[in-house]
């Protein structure tokens, strides 16, 4: 990718980023670690909401 396609780096470091993010805050949700207040149900599914898949080329 880095040869042929630089152009899509910077699109694929972001997709690859706000997914990162998104996927570690639904297995927060999804363990249960809601008991101890790191992120309850209505907060993960708001950083779903407020973190979309970034715009690709």
Do not use: K
């Amino acid at each position: 990718m880095h040869e042929e396609y630089p152009h899509l780096l910077p699109a694929w470091y972001a997709f690859r980023d706000v997914r990162a993010r998104r996927r570690a805050v639904e297995w927060l949700v999804d363990n249960s670690l809601v008991d101890n207040s790191l992120v309850d149900d209505e907060t993960g599914e708001r950083f779903v909401t407020e973190h979309p898949d970034p715009d690709l080329p």
